[in-house]
């Protein structure tokens, strides 16, 4: 069984569409945010209760609405939904690339590593359009890679994030082994007054693809290659360690 | 200007510890969640607008309370709420530890995090305890590392992820070096029935500290060691690259 989450909310047309794709295949149950939880990371709720909700369309039961984050769902999905853990975790595809800095934001991403924190394999899915959105050939490369993935296994404590150019398939050059690149959202706040006098910030901002490196994924996808990165949960800079072990710390 | 955050909300007895040791070295000014923001990983908030509201106590002025998360009150702190963006940022001290895998879910070490990102040196500590919390030493330790973060900078990129174990000062047997263990949750959710007689589940859960890894956080801080590990937001798995590269991937 694959277990399909999102960070768009199972209402979400790029879930429906990877789900139809998968479907042809392999079981599937969707276990996704009730809500759309866009940029939530890797939070989990501790301080409210999860009401689960069967999702039945057409008298098919097709799987479960959370009220909470994708790394939520992904820990009910592996622990109390269902008897036996999935074979393989699928996020997405995501309206919007998950590329770059922007990954550790994700939850379509978080709700992957969460899944390699259970020990299930795990790849997330992003198309990187948020206006122009056909998901068809994404929703395909994605079923792709998710039986290359039940096939090969993965490493240890690696899940993939897949970023899928929004052009036509003819135009697409070629698929990318990568690294998570540097590029970034430059935030503004806009500034406003409520009704009753008091000021409000609402966040804006403006993803700066400055990327020069070709093993990055936010270069290869701006220059129409499909990337896949593999993550990790472990945030350790292992290259800082010597450094601070010459500094000069006592209690 | 030290910006000091944390995701216990800006009422917490950990952040006013620490406020006072820091206020006796530096100019310090608390940009902190209003509301309790543990395990928000590195949420931001997209959909809604953030309050900002001052915090004046005893006719001073402290700070500012956010109605969002750790990560959108860096945001804030570096870009709209000053004239200059602060030369540091800490985040803590934390009721909890944030070791192993669960330094992923923390709201604590992301706002060390979001901070680096926009370019500013950070440190996060935490107080490896849910009971038994007395904040001294750790607060007089962060104002320590805060010393010398401001004296020999960071790597670019890096934040410091700080660990106190909650013993008497005479006990804690030294300082360690550290990378971000294996230990994690183990996860279990309590069933309950709602008065409406809906399912609902209840996160809960305990930490198991199986790491016998010397060099990793969670077992140093067992042992009675403060941890400082390096963090980065990459969340690349460099070794799994040439793994992938040797796959069959194509369009």
Redesign the interface.
């Known amino acids: 069984m694959i277990v399909l989450c999102n960070d768009d909310g199972f209402r979400a047309v790029g879930i429906r569409t990877i789900y139809k794709e998968l479907a042809k295949y392999f079981k599937v149950v969707i276990v996704a945010p009730e809500m759309?939880q866009?940029?939530?990371?890797?939070?989990?709720?501790?301080?409210q209760?999860?009401?689960?909700r069967k999702i039945v369309e057409d008298n098919e039961f097709i799987g479960y609405a959370v009220n909470g984050?994708p790394?939520?769902c992904i820990?009910?999905a592996t622990?109390?939904l269902f008897d036996q853990p999935p074979e393989l975790v699928v996020s997405g595809v995501n309206q919007g690339g998950n590329f770059g800095?922007c990954?550790?934001?994700s939850g379509t991403?978080?709700a992957a590593?969460e899944a390699t924190?259970e020990g299930i394999p795990a790849i997330a899915v992003s198309l990187n359009s948020f206006e122009n959105f056909n998901f068809g050939f994404a929703a395909e490369?994605g079923a792709k890679?998710a039986k290359?993935v039940l096939k090969?296994g993965?490493?240890d404590?690696?899940a993939?994030?897949i970023n899928i150019p929004a052009v036509p398939?003819s135009e697409?050059k070629?698929?990318s082994?990568t690294?998570?690149g540097k590029s970034?959202v430059i935030?503004?706040?806009d500034?406003?007054v409520?009704p009753r006098n008091?000021?409000?910030?609402?966040?804006a901002g403006e993803i700066r693809i400055d990327e020069v490196d070709e093993a990055a994924d936010c270069f290869q996808v701006s220059n129409k290659y499909?990337s896949?990165?593999?993550?990790?949960?472990?945030?350790?800079?292992?290259?800082?360690?010597d450094?601070?072990?010459k500094?000069d710390?006592?209690?």
């Open positions: 759309e866009s940029a939530m990371g890797h939070a989990i709720t501790l301080t209760p999860l009401k689960v984050t790394a939520d820990k009910l622990t109390v800095t990954a550790i934001y991403v978080s590593s924190i490369f890679m290359i090969n993965l490493p404590g690696v993939l994030n398939y697409i070629g698929v082994i690294r998570q970034r935030e503004t706040f500034k406003r409520d008091n000021d409000y910030y609402w966040y499909i896949i990165t593999p993550v990790h949960f472990d945030l350790t800079s292992y290259k800082a360690i450094e601070l072990k500094w710390i006592t209690l």
